[in-house]
């Protein structure tokens, strides 16, 4: 796999284009499985993870045939219903088959699921919402078996202890379309990839009601067809490439974005000190002072998301003076302070906060992404830190960046990809 090599300095500019939001396009392919007829997505990334959904859907009889940003899915064999471990256990969005194989094949065995290693991660509020409308459920050696021979609408709650689940309310919702009846989803997450998987079964042929809002309400069962459907922008990788215009002291003009998906991280940058504009379908950061010291907490849409908690960090070590860092949705996920350390950042984390002191420069170092968010935080680092910066681990950084060197490449950073010697 190799390691990304980073020569820190200079400041980012120029414009750059993101891709679909791999966290839409993943919940959206799963949902396939419910139509009798083709779908046809626009916008889908070339990432890690959708190559893995894509086996894990053709191990499910789905013929999933892909060329540029485009892919066409199309149940060619409606009886497989396993969910392999070896596929699963890569990826935590692997588990949003279970809804539509149990509402379209009558069954399903999913293995429990992987993913980041960012902390607890349950599945709890998915079986509670599958099984409040009929499904029997179990988990046997690792899998969670389901059978339901019929679904019937159901009245339920998905808040969890940090708030609400995206994929439970993927799952509960690409279920319940073929529910009898009325089923009512309150604390329903509202984060704008599941309003785009909404979107998407309403264009199957769904009706769901209140998408966007803690409350869904949605009237089954739909007759289904198949649709065409353009996924939308990658709101994180758009402020990822933001984050770092803003940790070089850059100027960049990212395109293909919505900005209204990007509220509380522009209100953020602009916060830090930067200059923000946006049009209808971009967004623009620049300005060279040292960033002002701020407190970031992660939370639920429309918060600042988890998926940029550690990018953030990596901006505020640089940042003058000192800011506090949480993460209200997963309260331990700092794997990569230790590795913003070796590259001189100054973080103690007490009592679950990341207390950051800013530092006038890092150095740079030999570091590990242990997780995909992390590797993005380190290559941000990287970019600011004086010397060269090695980041290994770029496996998990390609699960959900697409050609991110090449797209820092292209604002000006000296950033390659070294194949394993
Ligand atoms: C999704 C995203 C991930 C993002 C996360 C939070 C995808 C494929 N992944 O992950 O990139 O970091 O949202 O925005 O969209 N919880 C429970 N019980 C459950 C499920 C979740 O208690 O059954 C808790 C979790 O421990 C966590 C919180 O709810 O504290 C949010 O998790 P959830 O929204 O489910 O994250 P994912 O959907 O796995």
């Given at each position: ?275 923000v504009e ?8 620049r300005g ?70 800013g530092v ?62």
């Amino acid at each position: 796999m190799g390691h990304l090599e980073i020569l820190g300095g200079p400041a980012l500019s120029g414009t750059v284009r993101v891709g679909g939001a791999k966290n839409a396009a993943l919940p959206i392919m799963a949902a396939a499985l419910l139509a009798p007829q083709p779908v046809e997505l626009r916008g889908v990334p070339r990432l890690g993870d959708v190559d893995t959904l894509s086996r894990l859907l053709e191990s499910l009889g789905v013929r999933v045939s892909r060329q540029d940003d485009r892919a066409r899915l199309e149940t060619v064999d409606p009886t497989p219903v396993k969910a392999d471990y070896e596929l699963v256990r890569r990826m935590r969005a692997s588990f949003c088959v279970l809804g539509p194989l149990l509402a379209r094949r009558g069954s399903a065995v999913v293995a429990l699921p992987g993913g980041c290693a960012i902390g607890d991660r349950p599945v709890d509020l998915h079986l509670s919402g599958l099984r409040a409308l009929g499904a029997e459920l179990t988990t046997e050696h690792g899998y969670v078996v389901a059978r339901a021979p019929r679904l019937v609408g159901a009245t339920m709650d998905l808040t969890g202890p940090r708030g609400p689940s995206v994929t439970a309310t993927a799952n509960v919702m690409s279920a319940a379309v073929l529910a009898e009846g009325l089923t009512t989803v309150a604390g329903a997450a509202v984060e704008p990839e599941v309003v785009d998987l909404g979107r998407f079964l309403v264009a199957l042929g769904a009706k769901i009601e209140g998408l966007g809002t803690p409350t869904l309400r949605i009237h089954g069962p739909a007759t289904l067809g198949g649709a065409a459907h353009a996924i939308i922008p990658d709101r994180i990788e758009a402020a990822t490439l933001l984050l770092a215009a803003a940790i070089t002291g850059g100027d960049v003009r990212v395109e293909g974005v919505r900005p209204e998906h990007l509220g509380k991280v522009l209100a953020v940058l602009k916060a830090i000190g930067r200059r923000v504009e946006t049009g209808s379908n971009w967004a623009r950061v620049r300005g060279g002072d040292r960033p002002k010291a701020i407190d970031v907490t992660a939370r639920p849409y429309p918060g600042v998301p988890s998926d940029l908690q550690a990018q953030w960090m990596a901006v505020l070590s640089l940042a003058d003076g000192r800011g506090v860092v949480r993460d209200m949705v997963f309260p331990g996920r700092f794997m990569h302070v230790a590795e913003l350390k070796r590259l001189g950042a100054r973080i103690e984390v007490v009592n679950g906060a990341a207390h950051v002191t800013g530092v006038e420069r890092l150095g740079g170092a030999d570091v590990a992404a242990t997780d995909l968010r992390a590797g993005a935080a380190l290559a941000l680092a990287g970019l600011a830190a004086h010397g060269r910066t090695n980041v290994f681990g770029l496996e998990h950084l390609d699960r959900g960046y697409e050609r991110l060197d090449e797209k820092l490449a292209a604002l000006g950073a000296r950033v390659r990809r070294v194949p394993l010697a």
